[in-house]
Antibody, heavy 120, light 108 residues
Framework: QVQLQESGPGLVKPSETLSLTCSVS????????WSWIRQPPGKGLEWIGH???????NYNPSLKSRVTILVDTSKNQFSLKLNSVTAADTAVYFC??????????????WGQGTLVTVSS | EIVLTQSPGTLSLSPGERATLSCRAS???????LAWYQQKPGQAPRLLIY???SRATGIPDRFSGSGSGTDFTLTISGLEPEDFAVYYC?????????FGPGTKVDIK
């Protein structure tokens, strides 16, 4: 059974960098794509970006200038860095596995999510 | 960017009733790369439907998806108590994903 677990600080100061890690178990990270998706409190879902085990990435254009996603195959983890955060970046951050099938890409396994609050 | 609009915003129904949820795209969705997710409070979304009409593994057959181009529908043929939740549609196109704002299905 594939499991994903987010970890990182729950509170980040404005203008600083948000850093999260997603640990994957039950599957090798050297397969599929791995994604970050966020959800502001009481609002909808926003795709942040994804990475392939080779290191190739694809980011949401609206966040691209501030986002870096990296993969560490030795630890079976991938990470998210979002710099210059503001209160608008307060959200539950999910990591998810993205699978590309004939019928299109989809997110089939998700972490439980972690709330990150941006506040001084 | 393809914008997804979902209607209604809230659907109030009783257990056993049929739910019909709509997702409309601002442009045609590539190759019907349209998926549906269910989210309950405090939980991560769960994949229900992909490719507009294919059920994900373990999803009951009371859930069905249909549509093409810009108009898509998720139908729940007979609501079970565990189906009351928020439902999101999601599309992939031009190397990016977007989600709809969600439809909340609550108990009447």
């Amino acid at each position: 059974q594939v499991q994903l677990q987010e970890s990182g600080p729950g509170l980040v100061k404005p203008s600083e960098t948000l850093s999260l890690t997603c640990s994957v178990s039950g599957d090798s990270i050297g397969t599929y794509y791995w994604s970050w998706i966020r959800q502001p409190p009481g609002k909808g879902l926003e795709w942040i970006g994804h990475i392939y085990y080779s290191g190739s990435t694809n980011y949401n254009p609206s966040l691209k200038s501030r986002v870096t996603i990296l993969v560490d195959t030795s630890k079976n983890q991938f990470s998210l860095k979002l710099n210059s955060v503001t209160a608008a970046d307060t959200a539950v951050y999910f990591c998810a596995r993205m699978v590309v099938v004939v019928s299109g890409p989809l997110f089939d396994y998700w972490g439980q999510g972690t709330l990150v609050t941006v506040s001084s | 960017e393809i914008v997804l609009t979902q209607s209604p915003g809230t659907l109030s129904l009783s257990p056993g009733e049929r739910a019909t949820l709509s997702c409309r795209a601002s442009q045609s969705v590539s190759s019907n790369y349209l998926a549906w997710y269910q989210q309950k409070p405090g939980q991560a979304p769960r994949l229900l439907i992909y490719g507009a009409s294919s059920r994900a593994t373990g999803i009951p057959d009371r859930f069905s998806g249909s549509g093409s181009g810009t108009d898509f529908t998720l139908t729940i043929s007979g609501l079970e108590p565990e189906d009351f939740a928020v439902y999101y549609c999601q599309q992939y196109g031009s190397s990016r994903f977007t989600f709809g704002p969600g439809t909340k299905v609550d108990i009447k």
